[in-house]
């Protein structure tokens, strides 16, 4: 099929456009206004601010403008259709009532134009009397209604016809007096003179209606009686030849075979504008309305959602058809038909600028490979019946039976799907028709349900049909996959499937409470949106503070590079606490809000940094890049933990994600509760993992029955990938045989504080030398550690706590608690957690601590002298004391000692306040995979907290080429 351009010629020989605005684009004096300012822009005469679209060069086109009746609250359509159900009822108090209230309505607009000087004042009485002719000739038509008590559907669409026409005589002589006086003003920047002429659809627009039940469009009548209307009012315009003619016309209405006014029905103003479009052989159509063009999905259910600038006819029929209300798939007929076909444009009146969407024959689908699908639509309030039964397989007729029954109840069938077995039936309707179906197919099938041939009939409602649109498709593999993998993502069963061999619609039906949720998961899955993740944060600890600074300076890039947002919505100081700071907007969307470290401080009423801790240092400091300020609505709320995940977790997010940058025991107890709430855990918290074996148990549970991720890598060694490490070996076949190493970053710091190993200093000195600046030497930490002396077991402790690599009572750190906790972690990824807990581990290991004393002050003299005598013995050895930790697989052992090591060990020359852990495997005997560096630090630990989000919401959403960056230094990569 040819294509139009826009030097098109149609009929008589010239350029047509149509141009159809709905009753929200004519409601009041202002509306009509700026449709008589997009009119005169689109015959290029300066009004600005509206996008044309056909090219200057070519000079003005004649237009056709369909008009509504007048909108808003209430339309006048509705008020005349109410009037007619008032006198069936011999309501003649209500019927005055509608009546007036549209006259009312009329001459309020008339009113407000002729006090802006845009119309004549002649004129407007004029306009003003026509109509109350018109009303006292409805008066006449409902007295006879009234005397019948008999609403006859030819009269309820001759009365609610007359909207239209006064709608349209207004605009039309709008239009004419604003270029009367452009004419007499003599306007050198539009020498082009125009004239608008009045058209009542029905001298042209004739139907069958015999045909069908809404009608059928008479072409050649119709063309033939436009032939002779365009003649006689070019007659009847006086006009010399260098006036253009354009038609003002009005929708909704038109005339049967027999010259009968009657309507085009549903949506039938926007039909009215196809047909004409077809008729005049139109460049293009454009529908002005009150939204900026067909949308990827609702808006008030996706709030990411956003204009489709191309879309095909096939697509834009299957969103209507599916929910979609921009446009009626009989609108398209006439464009479809037309030779060449023509374009349809949705386009906003009241953003006028915006290009809109075009309708037409291919879309983006077709070139974008990564968006074949255009869109996303349902249907609401629908049921699903099933029918079962063993006797129904290979027997034939019974497919025949269940929809013929069906058929002769008038009940409508929306989707079938089928077993193959022949097992099952299962089919959508509507919720009202459901009863009635289940009840027909009861009667028809009664005797093999008697006999147990059908064992059941089941309605399940309400429920939501969900589908995906695009004619790209069935040119890309994979779709259905990822379809159907959102929704599973989104933790939705599916109840019923079903896709068309031309796989331009992919449809599932969900229940509906869970189709708000489906419809954002699969929106985000196809990348027409981001994938909206609510956050809510536990423990506003140094490292909850980072984690809070870090998703907010990364949000943006989090989007482009991984296209998820993270909207934090909720934030709890810790586990004792009972004020939550939660989001007062808690939608989702493009422009959603997130808590941030202001609006947090704000409510806590907290001066200056949230924690007192290790002394910062310019040089060695990590610091974020600030968001744009915005005020954030935020708002305190009581509950405390148990009520935490109640504002995280929303039916309408497919996934939530709470952080606990705690080490608390009663927040650890509460991660299966959130687990059970469909909420995903990132923790920093070992203690549920090295908990009461109930707690593990109940997290086991929760993950595999919830189909959640319970995210624990950063409770091993903060942000070094201990636990990926130790999976990935086993996931590729390897088998471990031993894991040992350095854990405690307290201990790490005190042991090699007070035995250095000799040589440290120089290794230090050559890296920063030869590495250019990468590396740098840690100046923070103390004087005395620079100069690499060693000191007293006392006075490591001192500064160990000073530097906040200890607690304010060093007996928690020092009696293996922490090191141990990581062990029960590192056990339940080998199996052996069954087999262990905390107070097993403690009693097979090395403790400093002595029993029979209650407090670290009681025992710091005889500690320190203890481990002064403990270096000294080593150092004859040629060791150094280390805080050791080892799982021997195959003997199912775990301890923690402080073991003796060889001066050039790994161990001894791992640097304070760092980890190193070592893997012994079938793979790695005489060299063991060695994972090393530093797991302290709260950035860190934020940065590999937010690293486990995303590799989840890697596999659920994918990444797009590039990477994100925690300094303005780094570059996204191409």
């Known amino acids: 099929m040819s294509l139009p351009d826009e030097s098109h010629v149609g009929f008589k020989e010239k350029r047509w456009q149509v141009h159809k605005f709905g009753g929200t684009s004519v409601a009041n004096a202002d509306c009509f206004l700026q449709v008589a300012a997009i009119v005169e822009q689109q015959l290029g005469i300066p009004s600005g601010g509206v996008d044309t679209i056909t090219a200057p060069h070519l000079g003005s086109p004649h237009v056709a403008i369909v008009v509504s009746a007048m909108g808003g609250k209430p339309k006048t359509t509705d008020l005349l259709l109410d009037s007619v159900s008032a006198a069936a009822n011999r309501d003649a108090t209500l019927v005055s009532s509608k009546l007036s209230f549209i006259l009312q309505k009329h001459d309020t607009c008339l009113d407000a134009l002729l006090a802006r000087q845009q119309l004549d004042p002649a004129v407007c009485q004029q306009l003003k009397h026509g109509i109350r002719e018109d009303v006292q000739d409805i008066q006449d038509i409902l007295k006879t209604v009234s005397l019948m008590k008999w609403k006859a559907d030819r009269i309820s669409e001759l009365v ?93 209405v038109a005339s049967n075979t027999h010259g009968v006014a009657t309507t085009l029905q549903r949506d039938g103003s926007d039909y009215s504008a196809a047909i004409m479009g077809r008729l005049l052989e139109a460049c293009n159509i454009t529908i ?252 506003m600890t140094e490292v909850g503070e980072s984690l809070l600074k870090l998703l907010d300076a990364q949000r943006q890039k989090l989007k482009m590079a991984f296209e998820v947002d993270l909207q934090v919505c909720a934030i709890l100081k810790d586990g004792e606490t009972s004020d939550i700071v939660v989001l007062e907007n808690q939608l989702g969307g493009v422009d959603a809000d997130s808590i941030t470290v202001a609006e947090y401080t704000e409510h806590m009423d907290i001066d200056g940094p949230l924690l007192l801790g290790a002394p910062a240092n310019a040089s060695s400091s990590v610091t974020f890049k600030e968001s744009e300020s915005k005020h954030i609505a935020t708002k305190v709320v009581k509950g405390g933990l148990v009520n935490l995940g109640t504002h995280v977790y929303s039916e309408d997010c497919a996934h939530s ?102 040589g440290v200093h120089e290794c230090s000195a050559y890296d920063e030398k030869s590495t250019m600046g990468a590396y740098r030497d840690d100046k923070s930490m103390s004087p005395s550690a620079n100069k690499m002396s060693p000191c007293s077991f006392s006075q490591a402790v001192k500064e160990a706590t000073g530097l906040g690599l200890m607690e304010e009572d060093p007996l928690k750190d020092l009696n293996n608690e922490y090191t141990a906790r990581c062990m029960m972690v590192l056990a339940r990824e080998l199996g052996m957690d069954e087999q262990y807990d905390v107070s097993k581990i403690h009693a097979q290991s090395d403790s400093l601590i002595d029993d029979s004393k209650s407090t670290y002050s009681e025992m710091e003299a005889e500690l320190s002298a203890k481990m002064k005598k403990r270096v000294e013995d080593a150092a004859e050895k040629g060791c150094v004391p280390r805080h050791v930790f080892s799982v021997d697989v195959r003997r199912k052992a775990i301890s923690i000692s402080i073991v003796d090591i060889p001066f050039n060990h790994i161990f001894a020359t791992t640097a304070p306040s760092c980890c190193c852990v070592r893997f012994f495997t079938e793979r790695h005997k005489t060299y063991p995979l060695i994972v090393q560096g530093p797991s302290a630090g709260a950035d860190g630990t934020a940065s590999a907290l937010l690293a486990e989000v995303l590799n989840m919401m890697k596999h659920k959403v994918g990444t797009k080429s590039g990477m994100i960056s925690r300094n303005s230094s780094a570059s996204l990569l191409a």
């Open 160 to 252: 609610s016809g007359y909207g239209e026409t006064w709608s349209a005589q207004i605009l039309n002589e709008l239009l004419m007096e604003r270029e009367k006086t452009r004419v007499m003003d003599k306007n050198e920047e539009c020498p082009q003179k125009h004239c608008f002429r009045y058209l009542d659809a029905r001298r042209v627009i004739t139907i069958d209606e015999d045909v069908i039940k809404d009608g059928a469009v008479c072409w050649d009548i119709s063309k033939s009686k436009l032939m002779d209307v365009y003649e006689e009012e070019h007659k009847a315009s006086g006009k010399a030849n260098d006036t253009i003619m354009h038609f003002v016309i009005t929708g909704y």
């Open 288 to 539: 002005w309305t009150d939204v900026d063009g067909v949308l990827s999905a609702d808006p008030r259910r996706v709030p990411d959602s956003y204009v489709l600038p191309e879309v095909s006819f096939n697509e834009a029929m299957e969103l209507a058809y599916f929910g979609a209300k921009v446009i009626h798939p009989k609108t398209m007929q006439p464009a479809i038909m037309g030779h060449p076909q023509i374009p349809i444009y949705i386009r906003n009146t009241f953003n006028s600028s915006f290009r809109g969407s075009r309708i037409f024959t291919s879309s983006t689908t077709h070139t974008d490979r990564d968006k074949c699908v255009c869109g996303f639509s349902s249907i609401e309030k629908m049921a699903i019946v099933n029918v079962e039964g063993s006797g129904m397989v290979g027997v034939k007729g019974v497919a025949r039976r269940l929809f013929g029954t069906l058929e002769n109840m008038g009940v409508n069938v929306v989707l079938i799907s089928q077993a193959s077995s022949e097992h099952s039936i299962t089919f959508a309707t509507t919720m009202v028709q459901a009863h009635k179906a289940k009840v027909a197919i009861e009667e028809e099938f009664h005797k093999e349900i008697k006999q147990s041939h059908i064992s059941t009939i089941d309605v399940v409602a309400p429920c939501s049909i969900i589908a995906a649109i695009g004619d790209g498709m069935h040119l890309t593999t994979g779709v259905a996959g990822r379809f159907f993998s959102a929704l599973g993502d989104a933790k939705i069963s599916i109840l019923a499937i079903s896709q068309g061999s031309s796989e331009r619609n992919i449809s599932a039906v969900v229940l509906e409470s869970e189709s708000t949720r489906g419809l954002r998961a699969i929106h985000a899955a196809f990348r027409l949106s981001h994938t909206n993740v609510r956050v809510g944060v536990v423990g």
């Open 657 to 758: 994600i709470i952080f606990d940058c705690t080490g608390d025991v009663i927040v650890g107890k509460q991660h299966a509760d959130w687990l059970k709430m469909g909420i995903h855990i990132v923790t920093a918290n070992n203690t549920a993992l090295a908990g009461d074996k109930l707690v593990r148990d109940e997290i086991k549970k929760a993950e595999c029955s919830k189909k959640v991720q319970y995210l624990r890598e950063v409770a091993v060694g903060g942000g070094l990938p201990i636990l990926s490490t130790l999976r990935d070996l086993l996931s590729s076949g390897d088998h471990v045989r031993r894991i040992d190493g350095i854990l405690s970053v307290s201990m790490s710091f005190i042991m090699h504080r007070i035995a250095p190993p000799p």
